[in-house]
């Protein structure tokens, strides 16, 4: 379905066994192509678990739709960066070995420029051969989600894609992912702690603690009052003067 | 030497296995499951035994026992919420010892058992070497239908179920794949020993492979070198083939070693700058 959402998320809660209260309960929004979206909370309050659960990962009540079709029917179109793999970092796997994995031996010549395109924006080209054991962590970073760029998504979600990564690193990370939900029309969903890098990058903020307490843009909802009640009074959030973030 | 018929089956039974055996370690060393190989082996005990007992084949009785394992592993490991070492860790002392238990039920030494703890690859017979051979060209085909999702299943398996992967499914797969090897290298190195010839040509090709692709073709090359020197080498010295077998493989991996280290005194630390 073309006028679709490219998530539509409805009512959504998850529970696990042997736990009385649902990890995330009635969870409603959607998110627009070449959106950003920001899933913040504290930790425990269910942002992996959304992302899990709009993934299919874990059994859920409600309804999650990526573009009109039902999650398990669009897995095709979902591109997925966890915040770590549980690989051995001793491996000789390669980064190209690393990014080619999710086509599956797909070839062709549409399919070698996607891998050349999205190797080359986001800056592993030259790395193609390296370990991918002994990239540094805004690198390792990268190259997932290129791996997960390859097979051109048109919804990506993040897992705290900041995490072992330097300032630096961090922003230079957020201008990326800018620049592909712009110039791909991609839509991305992402778990954050960083919230000068949320007030930036995010079209649209979700502030979760097992339920959904508030969501819309950044000025809006990061408000002195919305953050201390998500993570206790003595949490503010400090905006620099350089101007708002490339949308 | 290669007149005798019984050395061209020895040949060609530990050539395949060999091959295929450490092509299959490359995931075990992947998935750091080495201890589910040496479980599955000695866990086919129970199957040998009670083959020595009543008399029926004792390999297909062990494949019986070995891969209803390597179905249940998996299925197992959710539903106990124990991990899979530790539920190795039960199925190997389990099944041993029902094996042992069974093995006291008939008088007397069974030298047979013996062929299956160390292994007797120049014993093996043209029915023997059917089965080896069809286990071994069915364990390769079907590793080359799931071998790209196995690997991308290994290194990260959320990635692999968002991207249409059965996981679940995929590793009851290589568990029985890997249960059928385990039971087809059994007349080649033995229940002692069979882990090493899953383990020990892949752990070599890590050492000196610069990517997983070396790696895949490095493993099954040291596979099929430690068998031939060491079934040339049990022939010539008049010693068992499996252990000399493993032995070749152990000094395959040894030297790869030696190397390593050495290469890595010799080299200068690196000075590249990391950064996004």
Known sequence: MKDAPALAVENLTVRFEGQQRPAIEGVSFTLAE?????????????????????????????????????????????????????????????????????????????????????????????????????????????????????????????????????????????????????????????????????????????????????????????????????????????????????? | MLAYPFMQRALAAGLLVGAVTSVLGVFVVLRRSAFFGDAIAHASLAGVALGVVTGLPPLPLAAGVAVGIGVSLHRLERVSRLSLDTLLGFVLPFFMAIGVLVLSLSPGFQPELLSYLFGSILAVSWPGLAAVAGISVAVAVMLAVVGRRLVFATFDPDGAQVAGIGVARLLTVYHVLLALMVVASLSIVGIVLVNALLVIPAATAKLRARSLGQMFVLAPLLGVGSVLLGLFGSYWLDVPSGPAIVVVAGLFFLAAWAARASATLRRRPAQTGKGL
């Open chain 1, 34 to 247: 070449g959106q950003i979206a920001i899933l913040i909370g504290p930790n425990g309050s269910g942002k992996s678990t959304l992302l899990r659960a709009v993934l299919g990962l874990v059994p859920f009540e409600g309804d999650v739709k990526v573009f009109g079709k039902p999650v398990r029917e669009a897995y095709r179109q979902l591109g997925y960066v966890p915040q770590r793999l549980p690989f051995d970092l001793t491996l000789p796997l390669t980064v190209r070995e690393a990014v080619r994995m999710s086509l599956q031996g797909a070839r062709g010549g549409r399919v070698e420029a996607t891998f050349q395109h999205f190797t080359e924006i986001l800056g592993i080209a030259p790395l193609l051969d390296t370990p991918l054991g002994s990239l540094s962590g805004g690198q390792l970073k990268r190259a997932l989600i290129a791996r997960a760029m390859v097979t051109n998504p048109s919804l990506l979600l993040l897992d705290e894609p900041e995490a072992e990564i330097d300032i630096g690193g961090e922003q230079t990370l957020y201008e990326l992912l800018g620049r592909l939900a712009s110039h791909h029309h991609l839509a991305i969903l992402v778990c954050s702690h960083e919230l000068e890098l949320v007030y930036r990058y995010a079209h649209q903020v979700l502030c979760l603690n097992r339920r959904l307490l508030c969501a819309g843009p950044p000025a809006e909802v990061l408000t002195a009052g919305a953050i201390a009640g998500l993570y206790g009074p003595t949490t503010t959030l400090y905006r620099h003067a350089h101007g708002a973030p490339p949308r």
